[in-house]
């Protein structure tokens, strides 16, 4: 049976009107007859400016309203909502022009959903992850080293331009230490193995960011290194000279190369390409960078970029305050391109002992990570930031880092709309009990990575200890606690399909169903439900943007972002959940990947 549904029907602004009252069910039936069956049987990306889109099953589109109420159809005039309801019922009230409007439906067992945001990604390094594939070699047995060296060696061979040139940069995003035989870090020797490489400046960045393996060429041309980075590591060989891996904050020693238009574009090309082939037509960039944004920008005023972006501006800790300089960016390219919010990082990362932690770590008890942000430097920032109309969205994923800066929040948000600001915490991954608490009272969103979960769940014991373990990932304490949270899986850390967060945030498994706490999930009691899970890729992450009011749900008057799926995620077996297909991705009214 269908829910009712609470909105009825408005007409658009092109549609006239003078006359009369028309009986929405007329253009229906006519539509049915001329339509209904061989609409069935199409794939199209080529729909009309008006049509109407249905499930066969009853009540199979979950609009993700505030009721979470169930539909059996979406009916489009351009790139707007102007109609959500059943054949024959809801729909019925609806007063349009008398023009034949064509039915689509999908295949049976489907269902619909919002078009999907991941709410913390990077997606032109996602592109450059894929243009050399520094992953591929977690799978091989013996030296990885020799692999990744082959990797980029062949990617030289393979463009002329760059064999024929050896002072060209190559960069590259994706090595991981943590899965390689070997356990050690990587070091500029390694990239010396093959004559083809040997001379030539490389830059590899780490799959989680935080990190950057180089070769001897390119430590040459940035010498001479400072003896120690605070918030950050130089990694020395036994001489006492820069191996070439710099962690966290001393990535900024080493000069990276100016893009040009033509990389950027090949980068976005292939994120895109696997964001719409996903059902993801919102992405929420965590850190983009000055000539990054300004190419997303380009993109947007010749109406040319293909997705969705938020843009968390990226702020070095070391560089002069900009808040009251640069003005945001807000729906440009027909409400394409938001940047509103600043991205800062308040320490580094669990995997490389960055994590700034409270105790010591449980595996290496001589440290305790490190901050990467002072208080001093988060009270000062913080509320100019603010103050100048600027979302303040922090990095923080050890327990120490989530506590200094939902301290610092809590004395810059004193006396203000937070609604108005709404800051988050980016990961929010290892919580005192105390500070799960916080979130909903100060309104903090809480922007998460359910996929971590399900690839952290295996080591990170080892390095927290039983007792710490515990607030890891509580996704259910932070809810319960009247906070909001936003899901994302900071591709190319993970892989960007939403549906794999969705599983792992309600299961807390493996793919293959296991965890190190058996087939039930890794602290079970932290689960989501579906309906949270749903919401935390559709309207969380659009209030997390400031775009609720036009994203995040199939609701009249809503920009028409929806996804068709291959089955009902919110029915299935949780082991189908992984093998639905995305059968179509509609941004503004039009199918940009797959069709109906």
């Known amino acids: 049976m269908e829910e009712k549904h609470k909105d009825k029907v408005a007409a658009p602004s092109t549609v006239k009107q003078s006359r009369g009252r028309l009986v929405f069910f007329l253009a229906v039936l006519l539509a049915a007859v001329g339509y209904g069956l061989q609409s069935r049987q199409q794939l199209s990306k080529d729909v009309p400016d008006a049509y109407i889109l249905c499930t066969p099953d009853d009540a199979k589109v979950y609009t993700v309203d505030t009721a979470n109420s169930r539909a059996q159809c979406v009916a489009v005039n351009g790139s707007y909502i102007i109609g959500v309801g ?25 269902s619909i959903v919002p078009g999907m945001t991941d709410s913390h990604c990077h997606i032109l390094e996602y592109g450059a992850s894929k243009i050399i594939p520094l992953e591929e070699g977690k799978t091989i047995k013996g030296t990885f080293f020799r692999k990744v060296v082959a990797s980029i060696r062949n990617y030289i061979l393979k463009n002329p331009d ?15 230490h943590t899965v390689w035989p070997e356990k050690r870090w990587p070091s500029a020797a390694d990239l010396e193995e093959d004559p083809v490489i040997r001379g030539r400046p490389v830059v590899l960045q780490s799959k989680d960011g935080h990190g950057i393996w180089v070769s001897r060429a390119t430590l040459e041309a940035n010498m001479p290194f400072i003896q120690d980075m605070e918030g950050g590591v130089i990694a ?12 966290d904050n001393a990535q900024d020693l080493v000069e990276l190369p100016k893009a040009t238009d033509e990389s950027l574009y090949k ?20 850190a983009l960078k000055p000539e990054s944004l300004a190419f997303f ?47 800062m990082f308040g320490d580094g990362a669990l995997r490389t002992g960055g994590a700034a932690l409270y105790e010591p770590y ?26 100048d109309g600027w979302q303040v969205n922090v990095h923080a ?3 120490r880092a989530n506590g200094l800066v939902l301290d610092a929040f809590e004395r810059a948000l004193d006396g203000v709309d937070v609604v108005a600001l709404r800051p988050r915490l980016e990961h929010a991954q290892l919580l005192s009990e105390s500070d799960m608490k916080r979130f909903g009272r100060l309104g903090v969103i809480a922007s998460v990575q359910p996929t971590h979960v399900t690839d952290d769940m295996w080591y990170a014991e080892d390095r927290l200890g039983p007792e710490r373990i515990k607030g890891l990932y509580a996704f259910r304490s932070i809810l319960d606690n009247n906070a909001r949270i936003t899901l994302g899986s900071d591709f190319p850390v993970e892989g960007p399909n939403p549906l794999a967060g969705f599983f792992a945030a309600i299961t807390r498994v493996a793919v293959d169903g296991s965890s190190p706490h058996g087939p039930g999930g890794w602290f079970p009691e932290q689960k989501l439900t579906r309906q949270e899970a749903l919401r935390g890729l559709t309207i969380d992450p659009a209030y997390a943007s400031f775009t609720e009011e036009t994203l995040g749900s199939l609701e009249v008057g809503k920009r ?5 799926l291959s089955q009902d995620i919110m029915t299935i077996p949780v082991d189908q959940i992984l093998k639905t297909k995305v059968l179509a991705t509609v941004m503004d009214g039009k199918p940009v990947y797959g069709g109906f």
């Open 362 to 387: 449980f595996d290496n008890p001589s440290t305790n990570g490190f901050m990467r942000l002072s208080n001093e430097a988060m009270d000062n920032l913080i509320p100019r930031f603010l103050r």
């Open 397 to 399: 994923i050890g327990d």
């Open 86 to 110: 059943s054949l024959g019922g809801s729909l019925n009230d609806t007063y349009l022009d008398a023009s034949r409007m064509p039915v689509f439906y999908t295949p049976a067992g489907s």
């Open 297 to 343: 920008e380009r993109q947007a005023a010749q109406g040319t970029l293909p997705i969705r972006i938020y843009g968390m501006r990226f702020f070095n800790e070391t560089e002069e305050y900009w808040g009251d300089k640069v003005k945001p960016i807000i729906g440009a390219g027909d409400g394409r391109l938001h940047s509103r919010s600043v991205k």
């Open 267 to 286: 980068k976005l090309d292939v994120t895109v390409k696997t964001a719409l082939s996903f059902g993801l037509t919102s992405l929420h960039d965590a």
């Open 236 to 247: 020395r060989d036994a001489n006492g000279d820069a191996s070439g891996l710099f962690l």
């Open 560 to 564: 028409c972002d929806l996804v068709v």
């Open 162 to 176: 760059i064999h024929a040139n050896k002072s060209k940069i190559i960069e590259g995003w994706g090595w991981d």
